[in-house]
């Protein structure tokens, strides 16, 4: 049994400036063998599937694997960037000889401005190179916004079922498994797509919590069931304005159609039911400060603050509450400000006292720079290993970064491009001792409570500004259909 593996992904956020160019993508881009070694022992999709496939004793044909590079978000793929990979992948496949089977790969929130549905177009140029017999099934990310082109391209589609995104490896497994059951016959994928007509912030769509909870604990008993495959929610992304925005139902079933059908409606009623749960009201940076350093000196600390909006690194909104309501004892691992990172790094050393203005740069969602006075404890290019239950052991390579030490135990990391801190890993790297904090400003919604729940007691989500909000409606969509809830056309007052 010869099974192709490639891949093609991004979570494209439209509402960032810069267009998302093969400069993004090709340092970082992993041909043939290679997409195996990068991938070997990380609990990623691809590690999933080479391990059912070499159990099986199949042999693994390494097409391409393209994924953005670190440094944080950017808009609409170029037609020469969607293109160039695209067809890599489709002429990777014709050059592979005879093929019984294709795993792709994919994200869901990649958005293209020469295609209207990515992710749709991408299997289809791949079926170019096989034809229509040979089974191609697709895993994806949950901030997937796909409808039924891509339940038609494809003969099998299965999304993460946790966010933060543990179960990477499980989907993987769970799709070779059902590619080599077809391959040998012993099964036969029949697939449903249903969309609720729903949109919401990613920071409302943590799996472990309702509403998710309770849409995906709806899932695990429908693939309890006899012919029952898989069961998948993507609630989607909402920071790429594309036509198939919003959540979407896939039921993968062993030759029974309606069955398919049956569950992906009954599923999407349930998330329908839910609606009105995918938005609360959330703090915004000054409250969000006051409540953290209540709760420190209730001695109800370490708390940690999701910043989420920000995709670009440069908001300075929660950095200045802090340093307005004078708290203590906090770190932000990410400001990013490559005007300020390359002055640091040309004329300072460690130990040097500096005065910086830093962030509030990119558009008007940034606030305004931010000045700041201490002393550089950390100045170099981090390399480390990621230490959480995401992707534990992928290797990060960062650009250049200085850790500010503004006295007092609070810490600004001035960054070239946006980093994360998603577990400790981000702030050990540059000097910053955890254990001493009693706030952590985490520019992120949800993946950084797969490692930080166990350190932080309390997590503070904000509404902060930024291109990645939590209020909706602070975005313009051009794409969006009418009918979305809450924020399409039909529903805004
Ligand atoms: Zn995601």
Same mark, same amino acid.
């Given at each position: 049994?010869?099974?192709?593996?490639?891949?093609?992904?991004?979570?494209?956020?439209?509402?960032?400036?810069?267009?998302?160019?093969?400069?993004?993508?090709?340092?970082?881009?992993?041909?043939?063998?290679?997409?195996?070694?990068?991938?070997?022992?990380?609990?990623?999709?691809?590690?999933?599937?080479?391990?059912?496939?070499?159990?099986?004793?199949?042999?693994?044909?390494?097409?391409?694997?393209?994924?953005?590079?670190?440094?944080?978000?950017?808009?609409?793929?170029?037609?020469?960037?969607?293109?160039?990979?695209?067809?890599?992948?489709?002429?990777?496949?014709?050059?592979?000889?005879?093929?019984?089977?294709?795993?792709?790969?994919?994200?869901?929130?990649?958005?293209?401005?020469?295609?209207?549905?990515?992710?749709?177009?991408?299997?289809?140029?791949?079926?170019?190179?096989?034809?229509?017999?040979?089974?191609?099934?697709?895993?994806?990310?949950?901030?997937?916004?796909?409808?039924?082109?891509?339940?038609?391209?494809?003969?099998?589609?299965?999304?993460?079922?946790?966010?933060?995104?543990?179960?990477?490896?499980?989907?993987?497994?769970?799709?070779?498994?059902?590619?080599?059951?077809?391959?040998?016959?012993?099964?036969?994928?029949?697939?449903?797509?249903?969309?609720?007509?729903?949109?919401?912030?990613?920071?409302?769509?943590?799996?472990?919590?309702?509403?998710?909870?309770?849409?995906?604990?709806?899932?695990?008993?429908?693939?309890?069931?006899?012919?029952?495959?898989?069961?998948?929610?993507?609630?989607?992304?909402?920071?790429?304005?594309?036509?198939?925005?919003?959540?979407?139902?896939?039921?993968?079933?062993?030759?029974?159609?309606?069955?398919?059908?049956?569950?992906?409606?009954?599923?999407?009623?349930?998330?329908?039911?839910?609606?009105?749960?995918?938005?609360?009201?959330?703090?915004?940076?000054?409250?969000? =400060?006051?409540?953290?350093? /209540? &709760?420190?000196? !209730? @001695?109800?600390?370490?708390?940690? %603050?999701?910043?989420?909006? *920000?995709?670009?690194?440069?908001? =300075?909104?929660?950095?200045? /509450? &802090?340093?307005? !309501? @004078?708290?203590?004892?906090?770190? %932000?691992?990410?400001?990013? *400000?490559?005007?300020?990172?390359?002055?640091?790094?040309?004329?300072?050393?460690?130990?040097?006292?500096?005065?910086?203005?830093?962030?509030?740069?990119?558009?008007?969602?940034?606030?305004?720079?931010?000045?700041?006075?201490?002393?550089?404890?950390?100045?170099?290019?981090?390399?480390?290993?990621?230490?959480?239950?995401?992707?534990?052991?992928a290797r990060v390579n960062e650009s250049f970064v200085a850790s500010i030490d503004l006295?007092?135990?609070?810490?600004?990391?001035?960054a070239q491009r946006m980093r994360g801190a998603n577990d400790s890993a981000g702030l050990?790297?540059?000097?910053?001792?955890?254990?001493?904090?009693?706030?952590?400003?985490?520019?992120?919604?949800?993946?950084?409570?797969?490692?930080?729940?166990?350190?932080?007691?309390?997590?503070?989500?904000?509404?902060?500004?930024?291109?990645?909000?939590?209020?909706?409606?602070?975005?313009?969509?051009?794409?969006?259909?009418?009918?979305?809830?809450?924020?399409?056309?039909?529903?805004?007052?």
């Open positions: 049994m010869r099974i192709a593996i490639a891949g093609f992904s991004d979570e494209t956020c439209t509402f960032c400036k810069d267009p998302t160019g093969v400069d993004r993508y090709e340092s970082w881009a992993l041909r043939g063998k290679a997409i195996l070694d990068e991938n070997r022992g990380i609990p990623t999709y691809i590690n999933g599937y080479m391990k059912v496939l070499e159990a099986e004793g199949a042999e693994i044909v390494p097409i391409t694997y393209a994924s953005k590079g670190p440094g944080g978000f950017s808009s609409w793929l170029t037609p020469e960037c969607f293109d160039k990979y695209s067809y890599e992948i489709r002429d990777g496949l014709k050059a592979a000889g005879k093929l019984d089977g294709v795993l792709l790969s994919l994200h869901g929130a990649m958005a293209a401005a020469s295609a209207p549905k990515p992710e749709a177009e991408i299997v289809r140029r791949a079926r170019q190179a096989v034809g229509p017999d040979v089974p191609i099934m697709v895993t994806l990310d949950l901030h997937a916004n796909e409808d039924h082109e891509l339940a038609d391209a494809a003969d099998a589609v299965f999304i993460l079922k946790t966010y933060p995104h543990v179960d990477s490896e499980e989907i993987g497994v769970i799709a070779a498994r059902c590619i080599v059951k077809t391959v040998k016959g012993k099964f036969k994928p029949t697939m449903a797509c249903v969309r609720p007509g729903i949109v919401s912030a990613s920071i409302y769509q943590a799996s472990g919590y309702h509403p998710m909870k309770d849409v995906y604990d709806r899932c695990r008993e429908w693939e309890k069931k006899p012919r029952v495959y898989c069961v998948s929610v993507a609630p989607g992304y909402a920071y790429a304005d594309v036509v198939d925005i919003g959540m979407s139902v896939f039921v993968v079933t062993d030759n029974n159609q309606e069955l398919a059908e049956k569950i992906a409606q009954d599923v999407s009623d349930l998330a329908w039911s839910l609606r009105e749960s995918f938005a609360a009201p959330l703090p915004g940076a000054e409250e969000a =400060t006051r409540m953290a350093m /209540e &709760l420190v000196s !209730q @001695g109800k600390g370490p708390v940690v %603050i999701a910043d989420g909006a *920000d995709r670009i690194g440069d908001s =300075t909104h929660t950095l200045k /509450e &802090l340093l307005r !309501q @004078g708290a203590k004892n906090w770190a %932000i691992p990410c400001i990013t *400000d490559a005007k300020a990172a390359t002055d640091l790094e040309k004329n300072h050393k460690v130990g040097d006292e500096v005065t910086l203005t830093i962030g509030g740069w990119y558009d008007q969602f940034s606030g305004t720079p931010a000045k700041i006075s201490g002393t550089i404890e950390y100045m170099g290019k981090p390399t480390y290993r990621l230490v959480g239950p995401m992707r534990k052991g006295g007092l135990n609070r810490h600004v990391v001035v050990t790297a540059v000097g910053i001792d955890y254990t001493k904090l009693d706030i952590i400003i985490l520019k992120d919604r949800v993946h950084h409570r797969a490692y930080w729940d166990s350190v932080a007691k309390v997590d503070i989500r904000t509404s902060v500004p930024g291109q990645g909000p939590a209020d909706l409606t602070t975005l313009h969509y051009d794409n969006m259909p009418a009918d979305t809830f809450p924020v399409g056309k039909k529903w805004r007052k």
